[in-house]
């Protein structure tokens, strides 16, 4: 399932309700962000017997710390504990765990630091610093407790999501996103990007990288409020 944020540039609110979340991701062929995509992957896992805890982090964005609610990811209990977390874009693909020494996935290093009664997830490459993702304790949390932080994320002009309007999915060969109108294809570690020209090459790259359809109407507002954006800078 794709990391996207585009109903936030439709204007359309996000329901933090299990079954909306639910219809949307498995009756739409839509994907989510993190409150969306980790609650329907915490139903999948506990249907299927596994004991699932809501956590919430507090993210880095390489200068500060963000607020508690900022993001969610997920503590599964197994033979051991473990986190899982798919809905924090390009990140880890495979269960992490806390560990003696740095543990490798796919590209990239990643260890989990333990500093008083709270956890820092940190990623490197094989060349490169250690760069701190985000915080977390292990106090469990319900869905409900995450409403107030998503509508931030929906409305506010200081996110994130309301600046980039952004659709990324890991694929087997690496990752494929579509920020903006850019797109960007990366497969073992080559990185090609191009530029999305107009709402109907959107519609094609929706659909044939992503796997989603959108009418005209959908697409027209997705493309003008993306090359706004662009235009916008950073």
Not at 54 to 74: C, N, Q, R, V, Y
Not at 129 to 151: A, G, H, T, V
Not at 194 to 215: A, I, P, T
Request: glycine share 6%.
């Amino acid at each position: 399932m794709p990391f996207e944020n585009l109903d936030i540039s439709l204007g359309r609110q996000i329901n933090l309700e299990l079954p909306a979340i639910l219809h949307k991701i498995v009756n739409l062929n839509r994907g989510g962000f993190c409150y969306e995509l980790n609650s329907a992957f915490a139903w999948l896992l506990t249907e299927i017997g596994f004991p699932v805890v809501l956590i919430s982090a507090a993210t880095f964005d390489g200068k500060t710390l963000g607020p508690e609610f900022d993001h969610m990811l997920l503590r599964v209990e197994s033979d051991y504990t473990v986190f899982a977390d798919v809905g924090f874009g390009d990140s880890f693909l495979l269960p992490v765990f806390p560990a003696d020494k740095p543990f490798f996935q796919f590209d990239r290093y990643y260890r989990l630091e333990k500093s008083n009664h709270r956890w820092v997830l940190e990623q490197k490459f094989e060349t490169g610093n250690w760069k701190p993702l985000y915080i977390f304790n292990l106090e469990p949390r319900q869905l409900i407790d995450f409403e107030s932080m998503c509508q931030y994320h929906q409305v506010d002009e200081a996110s994130t999501f309301t600046r980039k309007t952004l659709c990324s999915v890991a694929t087997e060969q690496g990752r494929t996103t579509c920020a903006g109108t850019r797109l960007i294809v990366t497969e073992k570690n080559h990185r090609q990007e191009s530029v999305v020209d107009n709402d109907s090459m959107l519609g094609e790259v929706l659909k044939q990288r992503f796997g989603m359809d959108f009418g005209t109407s959908d697409l027209q507002q997705l493309f003008s409020v993306s090359q706004a954006q662009s235009n916008a800078g950073p």
